[in-house]
């Protein structure tokens, strides 16, 4: 079985990987309709997917002075302006799996305990379809 580092998966936002980013996430999922009936195996429920859906979140240290790639503070600016966004996520190296998809920032959170670093959270809501691909040579 392969293993592949957390640090190399990443979530790029219209080509730009947000800067200070510690971890990613992508979370899909389906509606599930039940489809029980009287004629179902031995009483066990049944179900139907239905509807899909998903999220994308990334997380780090923030940096309100980062001017390189893309900062937390131009994803607020997307956020308040409602654009629609082209995510990816996945790998970097010539053939590693992707998952893109079309998305509205959603939340943008920045945290700022007294005893630790400032953070970040941002999550973008998927709008339509999830397209699989590699990363091109």
Request: net charge negative; proline share 4%.
């Amino acid at each position: 079985m392969g293993k592949f580092p957390g640090y190399k998966v990443v979530l790029k936002i219209e080509t730009k990987s947000i800067v200070g980013y510690r971890s990613t996430d992508m979370e899909l999922s389906a509606d599930m309709a039940e489809a029980t009936t009287a004629e179902s195996t031995d009483q066990w429920k049944e179900y139907v997917p239905m509807f899909k859906g998903g999220k994308f979140s990334v997380g780090g240290l923030y940096d309100p002075t980062a001017g390189s790639d893309s900062s937390v503070n131009d994803i607020i600016v997307l956020l308040v302006a409602g654009t629609q966004v082209t995510c990816l996520h996945g790998g970097t190296t010539a053939g590693d799996v992707t998952q893109s998809a079309e998305g509205f920032i959603q939340n943008v959170k920045i945290s700022g305990p007294y005893d630790d670093l400032a953070s970040y959270t941002v999550d973008i809501q998927i709008t339509g379809a999830v397209t699989p691909g590699t990363v091109a040579a």
